[in-house]
């Protein structure tokens, strides 16, 4: 089977993935968004640096040295797909901004988002520990940057730090919590109360109230028709807690969006790692 590696998705305004080596450089909020004419958030202008990343921020400093000299920052537009299920993980993203969707995507090609990486974690940890496969899809759910490894080089780091290979262990287990959280969110709750625990998500990864995002996507992160979004996305707006309009939705009452959504916002939070 093929090894992961960014696939830019098709269109006609594909945006270069950027790498480099690793950088400190960190930016000022001022420099960290870039807005388009309509004023929305778009992507990163400068790429952060490692404190960025809170699982990178909290190793120690004998332990950063191990990886530091192996990462690459690497620049990602929405849609990017970083790994499908069955493929070898051999590269590992810790995010520095945005966030990456983890979907199942079933034999008839439906999907379903059952997790998320923002800061606070790293996508293909596992592999780490040893050769793994991925079991999900992994995409670039908004403009994003990561600091990026190869899994031999994590595994050579592991295998010389004992804190190193912990953290992998830990934040795998995160993982797995979100993961039955979601599960039991998409069995039990409204479309319209997931809408809003998702919106809620993206908002806190984005760091923005104004979030692109396309009905296909949405559908799929959902695992809802297209026509469901719209649906939908027309309720919650007419109660005057979103504007959506042309793929793009601003969160206007954000206690009137944590009204609708489910207790799973909340629940999540409390497993996300500080």
Request: aromatic share 4%; proline share 4%.
């Amino acid at each position: 089977m093929s090894g992961c590696g960014p696939t830019p998705p098709q269109g006609p305004h594909k945006i270069q993935s950027r790498r480099r080596r690793f950088s400190d450089a960190i930016p000022s909020p001022q420099e960290n968004a870039q807005t388009d004419r309509a004023g929305t958030h778009t992507v990163h202008a400068i790429e952060p640096g490692p404190a960025s990343n809170k699982l990178l921020a909290a190793v120690s400093r004998d332990d950063f040295t191990l990886l530091q000299a192996h990462l690459t920052t690497v620049g990602l537009e929405q849609g990017t797909v970083l790994c499908e299920a069955g493929d070898e993980v051999d590269q590992v993203y810790f995010p520095l901004s945005g966030m990456i969707s983890l979907v199942v995507v079933m034999r008839d090609g439906k999907a379903i988002e059952t997790a998320t990486v923002g800061r606070e974690g790293v996508f293909g940890a596992m592999a780490g520990l040893g050769i793994h496969h991925s079991r999900v899809r992994a995409i670039a759910q908004l403009p994003m940057f990561a600091s990026c490894i190869a899994s031999t080089q994590l595994r050579r780091a592991a295998a010389s730090s004992k804190a190193i290979a912990n953290l992998i262990i830990r934040y795998n287990e995160t993982l797995l919590a979100q993961a039955r959280i979601t599960a039991a969110c998409n069995a039990l709750h409204t479309v319209e109360a997931r809408f809003c625990r998702w919106l809620l998500q993206t908002r806190e990864r984005a760091e923005s109230d104004t979030i692109q995002l396309t009905q296909e996507f949405l559908s799929e992160m959902l695992g809802v028709r297209r026509t469901s979004v719209t649906e939908v996305a027309s309720k919650i707006q007419a109660s005057g807690a979103i504007r959506y309009s042309r793929g793009v939705i601003n969160i206007i009452d954000l206690a009137a969006l944590k009204a609708i959504s489910c207790e799973c916002y909340e629940t999540l939070l409390e497993q996300t790692p500080s």
